[in-house]
């Protein structure tokens, strides 16, 4: 519960402090704020141990019945008086946690010697990788464009950047330039990012979303930038191609655990896999690959959520952010009814739909990742609020 002062995204007209040092400052405010709740419940519970010896030094005599009464509704009062308290530390828990996380995913602005220069060398040789798988390619706005068509309406590209600009402003990239385009026909993801462009689907905005769940889809898509996704995703995608003609089929007498251990030991000797093996293996990474998918999601949802909040989104606006999610939920509810009916009932597009949806976890999984950062039911609380100010 910390003070409502000045909000931590208003910091950021004042050049002189560092999108990262404002966080690592709201980290140690934090703190203190779960310091401060630490002592006041060492107080609550002395006072409660104090009443309670107390009760036990009276008799059941009738000269101590007004003795008792008074120091049951003290006890009462003071239990009350914990609870809040204890609430206020699994807040403050939560929030430490969530901007510790944060920190952890922010790439370090220049001048910060000991992080910055492993962090520009790791992106370097992701741009370097994603240039080399996609030199042959279209870039992704002119693929978005020839299949979904752009949307030109000033006035909501205009309320779109402000809110993607208010976002970037708790950013510690606040000064990139971050392009908005409207997709006329659905891509079924509602929103999503390249490298410096976030797109809306016209079909989400006709929803008419608000502004709450706008800044959070806007800090998720942000992230995606920010944490470099985009360059992951081509290399990803570049393998990924390589292993579009892998076909998993039953392996009767084979357990999954055999099989890895015998290719690790090949590769510790030296030998070469058999097809079956080699197919296992690349099945495997293909999982693999996936997986990481999910992973940036999840990452995005964390340092989206912790720069909304910064931006001074509701928390139930995260909530509703993940809520077009379902669809996700729908498209793996038809796959698995193909399955059961047979192969005659799947069709050739289910291989793009089942690549989307394990890439894409569950708006049930991502909210608990959340609700482990937030606290339980983080969307219903009126006080998760980021303030840059120490409490009083």
Known sequence: MLPAAASFAADQADPRIAARAKIERLLSCQQAEKDAALAEKRHAQDKISDIET?????????????????????????????????????????QLN???RAITYLLPELGVKERAPLDKLVRKAWDRLAHFANRHGQSWDEVAE????????????????????????????????????????PSGMGAAATASTIYFDQSYLDRAPSEDELLFIAGHELAHIQLNHYNKLIVREALENKLNSVRLDPVEGDRLTDVRDRIYQKYQTGQPLTPREELHREVELKAQLAQFAREQELQADLLGAQMALAAGASPIGIKE?????????????????????????????????????ADHPYSEERLKALETALGYKFWERTDLKLNSSCPR
């Open 54 to 94: 107390f009760i036990r030094s009276l008799s059941d005599r009738p000269v101590h019945y007004a003795a008792h009464e008074k120091a049951d509704r003290a006890l009462i009062i003071s239990r009350d008086a914990l609870a809040k308290v204890e609430e206020r530390v699994r807040l403050a828990d939560a």
């Open 98 to 100: 969530l901007t510790t």
């Open 146 to 185: 020839a299949k979904h068509g752009f949307v030109r309406n000033p006035l909501i590209e205009q309320r779109l950047k402000a809110i993607v600009q208010r976002v970037q402003g708790s950013s510690d990239q606040a000064s990139v330039p971050v392009d908005v385009r409207i997709l006329a026909k």
């Open 321 to 357: 952010g993940l809520s077009h999610d379902n669809f996700f939920t729908r498209l793996k509810n038809e796959l698995e009814e193909r399955r059961i009916l047979g192969d005659s009932a799947r069709n050739e597009a289910d291989n793009p739909i089942e690549k989307l949806t």
